[in-house]
C-alpha cells in the first residue's frame, strides 16, 4: 500500500484501510461532513473500554476520505442530561450554519429513575473545539411517544431546516420528522414513516436524503420480524403534508455487519454513506463481538461509498479513490474445474476483481473461498451470490446478481472486515471474518469455468 492510513495501529486482525479507533469501543458514524476544506468523521466511542458503554463523540479528519488524522474526542457526557453510565453522548449529524459547524446528538441518561432522551447541539468555529448549547435540550420527545428517542439527522431543504428522528410509539417504530428555521427552535412536523409493526418496535439511525428527483429513507430496525439489519425506501416527499410515499423497499447490505449508516455529500455534490461494520449481539447471527479486543480495539467502519439510485433502486459502490491505495496484478483467462482448482496468494489487504459471463460457467456455479470457513458462491440458476461463512456464530447471505449475461465482482478483504461489491454495486455485502488465511481459493462443484481475475494488492 502506498500509505498506511491508520499509522499507529497494529493487530493481525486491523484493517488497514477501513477506520478504527487506536484504542477502545466504537459503533456508529455520526456527523459526517465535508467542512472548510476537510471530511469530518466523528463516530460513537468509549475510549476506556473494549465493550460499549458511556459513550463519547470521537473525531477524525481527512482529505481524501481514505487516510484519516485522530482529533481531539468531540463530545464527553459531562452534564446531567447525558452523564450516565448507560448513556452519554448519543449517535446525531452535522451541518454548516453561517461558517460555524453545528453538531446534534442525542442526550441520553436516567433523570428520576426513569430514561430521557433530548436532541441536543454543539458548535465550533474550527471543527476541533466543540462548545456544548447553553439552551440544551432544542427538541424534547413528545409526549405521546415511548422513551427511546434518538439518533437526529439533520438537513437543509428549499431554505428550511428538518432532522429525522427514530423512535416509537407503543412499540410500534417511528421516524418523527422536525422543522427549524434557525436550528435552535424546532416545530414537530409529524410522523414521516410508520413501522405498522412490519420493521420491529425502534428505527435507529434514520437517514433522510434527496438523489435527484427521488427521497431516500434508510434505518436499522431493532428486532425486524424479518430479520433485517437496516434498510431502505425509496419515494416521494411532501414536506407540507409531511408526507413520504414509498415506492421501493430493500437491504441496505446484504451482509452479517452493516447497521446505522449515515450519508453526506462530499466536496463535488456525490452522496456518500459509511457504516457501523459490525452488529448488536441481539441481532441475527449475534453470538461475539470477536477477539479483536485482544488487540486492544472493537469496531471498524465500513469503507466510504458513493450511492446513486439506478432503475429505482439504491446502489453503492466504494469511492473511486481506493485504487490510489493498491498496486494490480493481472491474471487472464483462469479456467478451474472440480478436479483442477485454482489458488491466489494474497496480502492482509487486497481487492480480488472478477468478472465472467454465464455461458463460460458450464456448472451454473462457483465458489472462492476467502478464508478457511467463508466463501462467496456465484449461482447462475438462483441468480444469486451466496456468501456462506460458518464460525463466529454466522450462516448464510444471498445477495441477488443484475439480470443479464455478464457479471463482476469486486472482493476487498482487509485484516477481518470483508467488503463485497456485485455487478457494479448492485448488491453489496459487508461481513467481519476474524480468522487469518493468506489465499483465495476457486472451485467448481463439475464441469468448468473461466473467469477473469485482477488481484489488487499492498
Given at each position: ?223 425486524s420480524p424479518d430479520r ?154 438462483s441468480g444469486n451470490a ?73
Open positions: 500500500m502506498n500509505t498506511s492510513i491508520l499509522k499507529d495501529r497494529s493487530g493481525a486482525l486491523r484493517p488497514l484501510i477501513h477506520f478504527t479507533s487506536q484504542k477502545g469501543w466504537i459503533n456508529d458514524p455520526n456527523g459526517l461532513i465535508y467542512y472548510k476544506g476537510k471530511y469530518h468523521l466523528f463516530y460513537q466511542f468509549n475510549p476506556y473500554g473494549t465493550k460499549w458503554d458511556k459513550m463519547h463523540w470521537g473525531h477524525a479528519v481527512s482529505s481524501d476520505m481514505l487516510h484519516w488524522r485522530d482529533m481531539p474526542i468531540a463530545l464527553t457526557p459531562t452534564e446531567n442530561y447525558e452523564n450516565d453510565q448507560e448513556g452519554g453522548c448519543f449517535s446525531g449529524s452535522a451541518i454548516e450554519k453561517d461558517g460555524r459547524l453545528y453538531l446534534i446528538y442525542t442526550a441520553s441518561a436516567h433523570i428520576d429513575g426513569k430514561l430521557e432522551q433530548t436532541q441536543c447541539l454543539a458548535y465550533s468555529d474550527d471543527g476541533v473545539n466543540f462548545v456544548k448549547y447553553e439552551k440544551n435540550p432544542v427538541i424534547t420527545r413528545p409526549s405521546f411517544a415511548d422513551p427511546d428517542f434518538r439518533d437526529p439527522k439533520i438537513f437543509k431543504h428549499e431554505g428550511k431546516y428538518y432532522t429525522v428522528i427514530g423512535g416509537n410509539i407503543e412499540g410500534d417504530g417511528k421516524v418523527f420528522l422536525y422543522s427549524s428555521d434557525d436550528i435552535f427552535s424546532w416545530k414537530y412536523e409529524g410522523i414521516l414513516f410508520s413501522s405498522e409493526h412490519r420493521h420491529g418496535w425502534m428505527l435507529e439511525c434514520p437517514d433522510f436524503f434527496p438523489i435527484e428527483d427521488k427521497w431516500v429513507l434508510t434505518f436499522s430496525p431493532m428486532s433485517k439489519k437496516c434498510v431502505y425506501l425509496i419515494g416521494d416527499m411532501d414536506f407540507e403534508k409531511c408526507s413520504f410515499t414509498p415506492e421501493y423497499y430493500d437491504d441496505a447490505d446484504k451482509g452479517f455487519d452493516y447497521y446505522a449508516p449515515q450519508s453526506f455529500q462530499d466536496e463535488n455534490g456525490r452522496r456518500v454513506m459509511i457504516a457501523w461494520m459490525n452488529r448488536w449481539l441481539w441481532m441475527p447471527y449475534g453470538e461475539d463481538w470477536g477477539p479483536t479486543e485482544n488487540e486492544g480495539w472493537r469496531g471498524a467502519l465500513t469503507l466510504p461509498r458513493t450511492v446513486t439510485i439506478r432503475d429505482g433502486r439504491l446502489e453503492a459502490m466504494p469511492v473511486s479513490t481506493i485504487h490510489s491505495l493498491y498496486t494490480r496484478k493481472k491474471t487472464e483467462g483462469i479456467t478451474i474445474s472440480e478436479s483442477k482448482p485454482f489458488t491466489l496468494k494474497r496480502d492482509k489487504s487486497c481487492i480480488l476483481g472478477i468478472s465472467y459471463n454465464d455461458e463460460d460457467i458450464e456448472s451454473g456455479v462457483f465458489s472462492i473461498r476467502l478464508f478457511e470457513n467463508a466463501a462467496l458462491t456465484f449461482d447462475l440458476v451466496i456468501f456462506s461463512y460458518t464460525a463466529d456464530g454466522k450462516g448464510i447471505m444471498l445477495a441477488p446478481l443484475r439480470k443479464g449475461i455478464k457479471h463482476e465482482a469486486a472482493i476487498i478483504v482487509d485484516g477481518s472486515a470483508v467488503e463485497i461489491f456485485i455487478d457494479d454495486g448492485f448488491s453489496t455485502i459487508s461481513a467481519n471474518v476474524f480468522r487469518e488465511y493468506d489465499s483465495f481459493e476457486f472451485s467448481v462443484p463439475y464441469k468448468t469455468a473461466i473467469i477473469q481475475a485482477v488481484t489488487i494488492e499492498e
